[in-house]
């Protein structure tokens, strides 16, 4: 027997509204806040834009999302 995984192509990228975006983002400093130096060291971005940027590139080139 065979298990297959059927994906949905999603067309478009993620987004998120000005409220869920507001909260993604102070979400996101209270973590880098949080995590410290470390932070720095892994050189996390300071900007949750750049996060959603690259999943979402990361997301195209597996072809789960489409560009729109």
Do not use: C
Not at 8 to 23: M, R, W, Y
Not at 35 to 54: N, S, T, V
């Amino acid at each position: 027997m065979t298990f297959g995984i059927s994906i949905k192509k999603i067309e478009g990228s993620i987004q998120f509204d000005e409220t869920g975006f507001k909260s993604l983002k102070n979400l996101w400093v209270a973590h880098l806040k949080n995590l410290g130096k470390i932070a720095l060291d892994l050189k996390l971005p300071q900007d949750i834009h750049e996060i959603i940027q690259e999943i979402n590139s990361y997301l195209i080139k597996q072809r789960v999302i489409s560009k729109k």
